[in-house]
């Protein structure tokens, strides 16, 4: 099993930015392929990024593509997502998980471990 902590929420005006970071402990982190998630009031928990296992590969979701950057340390074994060019549609709830498989994948059932989430709020 893999522990998953969020940090670096908070609340910024549209067109800044933030750099969330998810830290794990237990299990081997290089086990886990990761990803980012996001939940807004009344919506569906959606998908933002994913990396795998050794970092070698990302993916993204279209809605944040060229404006959110997803990346690890496994050294370190946290996993963080850059998020530049904010704008209020990005306020949500963002998670990390991880899966025990090579690759991310951009559906959350995929998904086994989770963190508690961390709040990101965008004003105009």
């Known amino acids: 099993q893999v522990q998953l902590v969020e940090s670096g929420g908070g609340l910024r005006q549209a067109g800044g930015s933030l750099r969330l970071t998810c830290g794990a402990s237990g299990d081997t982190f290089t086990t886990y392929a990761m990803g980012w998630f996001r939940q807004a009031p009344g919506k569906e928990r959606e998908f933002v990024a994913g990396i795998t296992r050794f970092g070698h590969v990302t993916s993204y979701a279209d809605s944040v593509k060229g404006q959110f950057t997803i990346s690890r340390d496994n050294a370190k074994n946290t996993v963080d997502l850059q998020m530049n060019s904010l704008k209020p549609e990005d306020t949500a709830v963002y998670y990390c998980?991880?899966?025990?498989?090579?690759?991310?994948?951009?559906?959350?059932?995929?998904?086994?471990?989770w963190g508690q989430g961390t709040q990101v709020t965008v004003s105009s």
């Open positions: 998980a991880a899966r025990p498989f090579p690759y991310a994948t951009n559906d959350h059932h995929d998904y086994d471990y």
